[in-house]
């Protein structure tokens, strides 16, 4: 039995085997409490039943629908699931991680103008005052951050190979975890920086020439330097010279032994190959503010990309937290939870906030922390 299986068995979350589509079931009406969406059904049974319902009523659903529908049963929604999955994290340090792109701002066709709602910044500012937060993102550092436009998170660029923590922690709460990691070094303006593919900088640097070289020359390319990778965007590339594109790539790289492509969504990426990707960034973020060897701790990751799996992957092993993917279509992933859209996203956020300010106000300090460690709470 995987972690999450046991998870989800002591949590009470069921994550069927395959539906079977030929299986007629009664219509379920037991309802799944949620403060947002109260007496509705759950997706789960509507997954289960939306065959039959198809069938009865003699209009067909279409079949993206009903596939979607049964893959959110594997991977239930983390706003249906909200209240159990709380109940799991009681007594437990909550850190909560989160990805740039397709999370917290919607996926537009010019990576430039992806800007994030303020309606979304400040869920985040909320979310943040009340549990240590990261954004990691394969932006980079700088450009991730101009877009959140927040202090009280940590930022993590170049798909975790830019991580800035500051010297002193955010919040005071954090001050008696902030450790000091090696192999890192001090930025102006006196921010800890952590930046495992330095070394590679002067390559990545001809290596970029080389991208905007190609790009110039079919339309609708484009790339975008990283910092410690490098995004060759064909969303607006015609399909017929996709091909081309992605031929003129690899030849690049195969001048760089030292590189590697990964795809996302609509790009393709030039990264070092180092053992480090955004599951290490958040092993990183943890161990550095002092959560290494903590049994209590449980980081919350959400995200969208293929890069996000890592993550996943990462929670997945340490048998304790919330992997939460951001799609709309069904998709294997490692994640247990998942959220349609950054519409949900922003939702769940919210409710996480409010649900720490309630539990903060509604009991004692010592009743959510434990004696002696009442100053948490106001993390
Ligand atoms: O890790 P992330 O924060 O999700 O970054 C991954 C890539 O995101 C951006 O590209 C994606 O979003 C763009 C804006 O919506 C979209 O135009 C593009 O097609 C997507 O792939 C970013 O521009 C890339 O550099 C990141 O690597």
Redesign the pocket.
């Known amino acids: 039995m995987t972690n999450f299986a046991k998870l989800n068995q002591a949590t009470g979350f069921q994550r069927s085997s395959t539906y079977d589509k030929q299986k007629v079931q009664p219509i379920s009406t037991k309802v799944v409490k949620n403060d947002e969406n109260s007496g509705d059904l759950s997706l789960a049974s509507i997954a289960s039943n939306l065959h039959d319902i198809s069938t009865i009523v003699n209009t067909p659903i279409p079949s993206s629908d009903i596939a979607y529908s049964s893959w959110v049963v594997e991977h239930p929604s983390a706003l249906g699931s909200f209240d159990r999955m709380m109940k799991a994290a009681k007594g437990k340090r909550i850190v909560v991680f989160l ?5 917290l ?7 430039d103008r ?1 800007f994030m709602s303020n309606e979304m910044r400040a869920a985040v500012r909320e979310v943040a005052k009340y549990f240590p937060t990261a954004v990691i ?3 980079s550092r700088d450009k ?1 951050k101009g877009f959140v436009q927040l202090s009280n998170v940590y930022y993590a660029g170049s ?1 975790g190979m830019d991580i800035m923590v500051p010297p002193k922690p955010l919040k005071p709460c954090d001050a008696t975890n902030h450790v000091t990691a090696t192999a890192s070094a001090l930025d102006k303006e006196g921010d800890m920086l952590f930046q495992p593919a330095k070394r590679f900088l002067p390559a990545i640097q001809e290596i970029s020439i080389a991208l905007e070289e190609i790009a110039r020359k079919i339309e609708g390319a484009r790339v ?1 330097d ?1 910092r410690f990778c490098i ?1 060759v ?1 064909y ?1 607006k590339v015609r399909e017929e010279d996709y091909g081309i594109l992605e031929e003129k790539v690899k030849s690049v790289i195969e001048n760089y032994p030292d590189f590697h492509l990964t795809r ?4 393709l ?1 030039i990264r070092p190959s180092i053992e480090w990707n955004k599951g290490h960034a958040l092993e990183y973020l943890l161990d550095t503010l002092g959560f290494s060897n903590s049994g209590d701790v449980f980081p919350l990751y959400i ?3 293929r ?2 799996e890592d993550a996943f992957k990462v929670i997945e092993a340490r048998g304790q937290g919330f992997p939460i993917i951001v799609s709309s279509i069904p998709k294997d992933t490692k994640a247990a939870f998942s959220l349609h859209d950054p519409s949900e996203v922003l939702t769940f956020l919210l409710r996480l906030a409010r649900w720490r300010k309630t539990s903060s106000s509604s009991r004692s300090l010592a009743q959510i922390w434990g004696p002696g460690n009442s100053h948490k709470a106001n993390c």
Do not use: M
């Open positions: 990805d740039y792109d397709g999370t701002s919607p996926i537009v066709d010019d990576p992806a993102s394969g932006r991730v798909h975008e990283n995004s965007h969303r996302g969504k609509k790009v990426e995200g969208d990309d890069t996000d």
